[in-house]
């Protein structure tokens, strides 16, 4: 098991004291927090090795071109890809859905297509499909949940057929932690000539992800949310898809060769380059490699039972305590069958009303929808809901302070 006390020694951003308390940080879903390595991998960077990429024959140039195409080799690693040439660098898993969509989707979806999605999706996997769509002439099935948020796969089975050519999906909600079984749902999709890709923004920062093992097409996920700096995030693409995608942004970087003789000829650039069009953010890379370095150190699988510990002991503690009737969660109660993730409401409490008298106790949480309105509205939270979402370097004192602060609140609320 991991040990929450050491990591926590490299996050220097826990020790802030908010409102004279100490900050408890449970607002990871949203972003994590950055330790020490990822800094000091940046700022390295910048006094060492900084130059843009791939343009010079000087040594900084080179350096940093080593650095930045190495960092793409890390992240392949990790999530078991082949190699670099299917890690597309990206801002983060937003850009990389709408890249598969424009560059895949502008390709590949014609009249009488369908594109087969949930009702537990992000905003980011959600509206990119409808403007597909309308675009193309193809049409979005959206497939639904049970009213614990877990995925109706019969209904989901049922809407694939011969007319699907794509199936996006998350891996596990930002709003329930339940987790898809992406294995099962990739072989579905296929045994109908279909594409899936996966939305991994809080699977890959949270439990072990091997691609190939998946057997999925495409995974899109955020660097800034698995301990690395924001603006950059990765797409990866199966080398399988490769030949049905289109370019997308092009310019400069995307091309080994352009000539204009009266027509314009055009020689892509070998992957990932390709699809990494302009100056790239080059730190941003670099330090999302060492945040994966320090993920694999400590082992996805240690991150995932750590985290389901802690759901485990909040529920635990809500119930000792005796308030779990005025805790309406979203999702299923069983830790088992989610990630470290709990959204609910409190009595007839406002959700951002909750949040604010958490945040004077230096609690951070979100409140609203968390970019996924159509699921609270679906399980009848239209007002949304307050989301408390936990990492490696959360411990149980925490949850007990903020089973206390909760304790206190309805005591004061309706
Ligand atoms: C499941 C899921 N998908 C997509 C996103 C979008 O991530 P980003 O804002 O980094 O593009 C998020 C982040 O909130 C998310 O939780």
Known sequence: MLNPYSIRQDFPILDIVINGKKLIYFDNAATSQKPRQVIEAIRRFYTESNANIHRGFHHLSQEASRLYEEAHDTVAEFIGARGREEIVFVRNTTEALNLVAYAWGLKNLGEGDKVVITIMEHHSNFLPWFKIARHTGASVRVVDVNDEGRLR?????????????????????NVTGVINDVKAIAKIAHSMGARIVVDGAQ??????????????????????????????????????????????????????????????????????????????????????????????????????????????????????????DKLKILGPRSPEARGGIVSFTLGELDPHATAIMLDEEAIAVRSGFHCAQPLHERLGFSRGSVRASFYLYNTKEEIDRFVEVLKSIVKQAP
Do not use: C
């Open 203 to 324: 699977s890959v920062p949270h439990i072990p992800v091997n691609v190939r093992d998946l057997g999925v097409d495409f995974l899109a996920f955020s660097g800034h949310k698995m301990l690395g700096p924001t603006g950059i995030g990765v797409l990866y693409v199966s080398e399988e898809v490769l030949e049905d995608m289109d370019t997308f942004l092009v310019g400069g970087d995307t091309i080994k060769e352009v000539h204009y003789r009266g027509r314009l000829e055009v020689i892509w650039h070998d992957m990932p380059w390709r699809y990494e069009a302009g100056t790239p953010n080059i730190v941003g890379g670099i330090g999302l490699a060492e945040a994966v370095k320090y993920l694999s150190r400590i082992g996805m699988e240690n991150i995932h039972r750590h985290e389901q510990e802690l759901v485990k002991y909040f529920f635990k503690r809500v119930e000792e305590e005796g308030f779990a």
């Open 153 to 173: 796969v019969d209904l989901l089975e049922e809407a694939i057929n011969e007319k699907t050519k794509l199936v996006a999906i998350a891996h596990m909600s």
